[in-house]
């Protein structure tokens, strides 16, 4: 067992990964003997995700807000807190706040036997992402 009591410091979201405003706190990394990534993720009103996937899928747990969540060529569905996402191993999708709204959710991603955890594609369009 190992308990981490060192926290790391809060990080701003990349530009090339998000849309407005996001900050993320890393919780668990792949280094760990479980491989499992996990991030608090907290958006501002109407910032987001870029689209992408993950080698061994993604849960989301919505923790507070309220946002969006979509997969390619599926509906855009609308998320609350208490709301958990599922998405399989390569499943290209996005999620982020609504425009309103505060979101914070929690992240798990396995890594994959070399390492990887997400593949990063383009930026959601304003036309992509419900305005309102």
């Known amino acids: 067992m190992q308990v981490r009591r060192q926290h790391l410091p809060t990080k701003v979201g990349p530009a090339d990964w998000f849309t407005g405003q996001v900050w993320m706190d890393s919780l668990a990394g792949p280094d760990t003997d479980a491989g499992i990534e996990v991030?608090?993720?907290?958006?501002?009103p109407g910032s987001r995700t870029a689209w992408h996937s993950h080698p061994r899928g993604q849960v989301l747990h919505v923790v507070e807000g309220a946002g969006y969540v979509q997969s390619r060529g599926g509906e855009v569905e609308h998320v609350h807190a208490g709301d958990t996402v599922s998405t399989a191993a390569d499943e290209e999708h996005w999620h982020g706040a609504a425009p309103g709204s505060f979101m914070s959710h929690l992240a798990v991603q396995p890594a994959s036997p070399d390492g990887r955890k997400t593949a990063w594609g383009h930026h959601v369009t304003d036309d992509e992402y419900p305005a309102g």
């Not at 991030?39 to 501002?44: E, R």
Request: net charge neutral; aromatic share 16%; hydrophobic share 50%.
């Open 39 to 44: 991030l608090s993720v907290h958006f501002t």
